[in-house]
């Protein structure tokens, strides 16, 4: 059976504080809170065409923040979802919020209404990191709400930035390896942009805050996807959605719409570039997955050509029995 979340996005009404990179206005400005009424239409739609394709999943309550939304508007949310996952139509409920908009009494309550996954927007793991982009939250506040998720049976998901204001690579690598403490079943990495209307625009324009090149996004992304890779962690979404209203209001930043698909492209060339490291230069054959052919050769085949220029002429073959990521090098 195939997999199909149903995604309802839940704006964030009424948060604390602003984060650096966060235009709030803009957000819930154009976005318009669900009503209850509409999540049952939303629900009631989709389970046929669902049941139809033989498609199974999850209804996704989405926007960073559902716990931190007023509870009875939250507790009418999910009891209009509940029903569906009742009957079958959909296999639990997914919600994704604040680390510091986790407690007891909120588990409790998300269990009644069947949700199964939670996911922390937990973006970075150092502490002066997370005050210098104006997060209200600290990271013993992450660790703590992911224990308790984990512990009352929850499936945890966690998201990073990279990137932010203040970060530097080695924060954000120490930030991975704080996440991979933390046991999630999945992490997305989404490098920092610089929207209008933003802390962070200002800062910007001020010449005080200089957002990653996207050659150093998709590096440091690379190495990431390696490291949640090698502890077991799927990381299930690399850079935002392409979104024509974000690109408009993108100022600067490391921005592509097929980020995932370069620093997967980057995994597979520094692969090739360790198997080939103290080998003479001059004519291989590489071997990788079908799937991750256009990864290398796709996008300038910017990998390739590093390798080129280093001496090494690489000619891309398919093999089957290769899997994700995996290279091989030919005789
Ligand atoms: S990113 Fe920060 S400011 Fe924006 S909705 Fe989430 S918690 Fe609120």
């Known amino acids: 059976m195939s997999h199909g979340n149903l995604a309802i996005f839940v704006p964030h009404m009424g948060c604390p504080q602003q984060c650096s990179f966060c235009d709030q206005r803009r957000i819930s400005g154009t976005e318009k ?114 224990a308790r998720i984990k512990g009352e049976g929850f499936a945890l998901g966690l998201q990073m930035m990279t990137g932010l204001y203040g970060a530097s690579p080695d924060t954000d690598r120490e930030t991975m390896e704080a996440l991979v403490a933390l046991h999630p079943d999945a992490v997305r990495v989404y490098p920092t942009l610089v929207v209008e209307g933003t802390y962070l625009a200002q800062l910007y324009r001020r010449g005080q805050y200089q957002p990653q090149t996207l050659e150093e996004a998709v590096s440091l992304g690379a190495e990431l996807l390696e490291g949640f890779g090698e502890a077991g962690i799927p990381v299930i979404r690399m850079g935002l959605h392409a979104d024509p209203e974000l690109e408009k209001a993108l100022v600067a930043g490391p921005y592509h719409p097929a980020f995932r698909e370069l620093c997967e492209g980057a995994v597979l060339y520094n692969r090739i570039a360790r198997l080939l490291a103290g080998k003479s230069q001059g004519c291989y054959m590489v071997f990788v997955s079908p799937k991750a052919v256009s990864k290398l050769k796709g996008h300038g085949a910017l990998g390739l050509k590093k390798l080129r220029a280093d001496g090494y002429e690489i000619s891309v073959k398919q093999d089957p029995v290769l899997d994700g990521l995996e290279v091989r090098i030919g005789e």
């Open 33 to 146: 809170p669900p009503t209850p009424q509409e999540v049952e239409e939303l629900c009631g739609a989709a389970a046929p065409v669902m049941a139809r394709r033989g498609t199974q999943g999850e209804i996704a309550f989405f926007g960073g923040s559902f716990t931190a939304i007023p509870r009875p508007y939250m507790e009418a949310l999910l009891k209009a979802a509940a029903p569906f996952v009742e009957e079958g139509s959909f296999s639990g409920i997914r919600i994704s919020t604040r680390p510091d908009a986790i407690d007891q009494d909120i588990l409790r309550l998300l269990r009644r209404y069947h949700v199964t996954w939670i996911e922390l927007g937990a973006q970075s793991m150092n502490e002066r990191v997370l005050e210098q982009n104006r997060r209200g939250h600290t990271a013993a506040q992450v660790g703590e709400a992911s």
